[in-house]
């Protein structure tokens, strides 16, 4: 007779730090809390971990007796014993405790130690779940290219590049699942790859009544972006569309390297919008709700000039937006297509195109009928996408998987 996730804690592997002011920490966190609520305990193995409940207070998640978070810490032995030592060490420990029958992990941290977990499934005796959020070869393929000035940096980046692709085909067709934040991530990884049997197309989720519910936290802003501001996520559109958004203003709520923050207020300056555009820096998710609301137009950037944006992503800040029920202007692109249909749930933008851009927001801006339309319908399709919808449907994946 088989046996369900339930009757064994689900190891998830982190392999980072929370909080996490990137996406990843907001995906690991809600994934683990929700499979909690969902009647699956989780052992989550973080770096450097705080206790539970000072890493889910950020994130306004509740603490579950069924999540349990453990740190790693790296410093005393891998002087002797080398890169990734304390990890499997840590790791090696949870196993013979726990007994785990799932071990989940994504991100490249998770993908260094896939093989460590593919290795040792006969002596504990557990299935090796993946989350791909992209082929991460791929990404730092192109991040290469995007670095040539730099030589030594691009030289890094491919030799990771290099190391990712070979791990990727040794470990992919054998992985017991693998779950993808989108379709094209799947076909991607399959045709570059191979796909294990069990494979699991799976969007992101969102904190729904959060996001639907928030009450503004200041003043209305005109057009709003919120979240990383790295070279696809398209900032640099926005930046040039303001120059036809006479009457508009503009608030980027960015988060990013110093050097990527400077580069694009220099750019704000030299393109003569500064009277137009407010850098709001970092802001904590817990606030992101609030900062929504205030918004009439919420924008989603995403560039087309690298795979990650036209194939894998599945952003999460349109999610957020869209349980917002604000008014939203996307790229046009396959993987914000398998998310929001054109005129539907959001106005789209042809890629990269700031003039594209520009008409997009102007034609909400002018329409608030027509934008609170748009922002009704995303808000319906959205309400099906909760981080506990999700979780059930991975739950069952992971049942499959075991049922082998």
Same mark, same amino acid.
């Given at each position: 007779?088989?046996r369900?996730?339930a009757?064994?804690?689900?190891l998830y592997y982190?392999?980072?730090?929370l909080p996490? *002011?990137k996406?990843?920490?907001v995906? =690991?966190?809600?994934?683990?809390?929700?499979? @909690?609520r969902?009647?699956v305990?989780?052992?989550?193995?973080?770096r450097? =971990?705080p206790?539970a409940?000072?890493?889910?207070?950020p994130?306004?998640?509740?603490p579950?007796?069924?999540?349990e978070?453990?740190? $790693?810490?790296?410093?005393?032995?891998?002087?002797?014993?080398g890169?990734?030592? @304390?990890?499997?060490?840590?790791? #090696?420990?949870?196993?013979? !405790?726990?007994?785990p029958?799932?071990?989940y992990?994504m991100?490249?941290p998770?993908?260094?130690?896939?093989p460590?977990f593919?290795?040792?499934?006969?002596?504990?005796g557990h299935?090796?779940?993946?989350?791909?959020?992209?082929?991460?070869?791929v990404?730092?393929e192109e991040?290469? *290219?995007r670095?040539?000035?730099?030589?030594?940096?691009?030289?890094?980046l491919?030799r990771?590049?290099a190391?990712?692709?070979r791990?990727?085909?040794?470990?992919?067709?054998?992985?017991?699942g693998?779950?993808t934040?989108?379709r094209?991530?799947l076909? #991607?990884?399959a045709? !570059?790859?191979?796909?294990?049997?069990?494979?699991?197309?799976?969007p992101?989720g969102?904190?729904?009544?959060?996001?639907?519910d928030?009450a503004p936290?200041?003043?209305?802003i005109?057009?709003?972006?919120t979240g990383?501001?790295?070279?696809?996520?398209? $900032?640099?559109t926005?930046?040039?569309a303001?120059h036809?958004?006479d009457?508009?203003?503009?608030a980027?709520?960015?988060?990013?390297?110093? =050097?990527?923050?400077?580069?694009?207020r220099r750019?704000?300056?030299?393109a003569?919008?500064?009277?137009?555009?407010d850098?709001l820096?970092?802001?904590?998710?817990?606030d992101?709700?609030?900062l929504?609301?205030?918004?009439?137009?919420v924008?989603?950037?995403?560039s087309?000039?690298?795979?990650?944006?036209?194939?894998?992503t599945c952003?999460?800040k349109?999610?957020?937006?869209?349980?917002?029920r604000r008014a939203?202007?996307?790229t046009?692109l396959?993987a914000?297509?398998e998310?929001v249909?054109d005129g539907?749930?959001?106005?789209?933008?042809?890629?990269d195109?700031?003039?594209s851009?520009?008409?997009a927001?102007?034609?909400?801006?002018?329409?608030?009928?027509? @934008?609170a339309?748009?922002?009704? @319908? =995303?808000? *319906?399709?959205?309400?099906?996408?909760?981080?506990?919808?999700?979780?059930?449907?991975l739950?069952?994946?992971?049942?499959? $998987?075991?049922?082998r």
């Open positions: 007779m088989s369900t996730v009757d064994f804690d689900v982190g392999g980072f730090k996490d *002011e996406a990843r920490g995906h =690991a966190i809600h994934t683990c809390a929700s499979l @909690a969902a009647g305990p989780v052992t989550m193995l973080l450097d =971990a206790t409940a000072d890493a889910l207070a994130y306004d998640i509740a579950d007796d069924r999540l978070i453990v740190g $790693v810490r790296r410093s005393r032995v891998r002087r002797w014993l890169t990734g030592a @304390a990890e499997r060490v840590a790791i #090696a420990r949870v196993m013979r !405790r726990r007994r029958l799932v071990v992990t991100d490249f998770g993908l260094r130690m896939t460590t593919l290795r040792s499934r006969r002596r504990y299935r090796v779940v993946f989350e791909a959020h992209n082929l991460t070869s990404v730092l991040e290469a *290219e670095q040539a000035a730099d030589a030594e940096r691009a030289a890094h491919r990771r590049a190391w990712s692709d791990t990727e085909r040794a470990s992919y067709p054998h992985l017991d693998l779950v934040n989108s094209g991530t076909a #991607a990884i045709e !570059r790859c191979g796909a294990p049997q069990h494979a699991l197309a799976l992101n969102v904190d729904v009544d959060r996001f639907r928030a936290t200041g003043e209305p005109d057009v709003l972006y990383s501001i790295d070279g696809w996520k398209g $900032v640099e926005l930046i040039d303001a036809d958004l009457g508009a203003r503009v980027i709520a960015g988060f990013g390297a110093d =050097a990527l923050v400077d580069e694009h750019h704000i300056a030299d003569g919008v500064g009277s137009r555009i850098w820096g970092y802001v904590p998710h817990r992101v709700p609030g929504l609301a205030r918004a009439r137009v924008c989603v950037l995403t087309g000039r690298s795979r990650e944006g036209r194939e894998f952003p999460m349109l999610l957020e937006a869209m349980a917002s939203i202007v996307a046009d396959p914000i297509r998310l249909q539907v749930h959001a106005s789209l933008f042809e890629a195109d700031p003039k851009l520009a008409r927001i102007r034609g909400l801006l002018d329409a608030p009928d027509r @934008a339309a748009l922002g009704r @319908a =995303a808000g *319906e399709a959205v309400a099906s996408w909760s981080w506990d919808a999700r979780a059930e449907r739950r069952a994946f992971l049942e499959s $998987v075991l049922a």
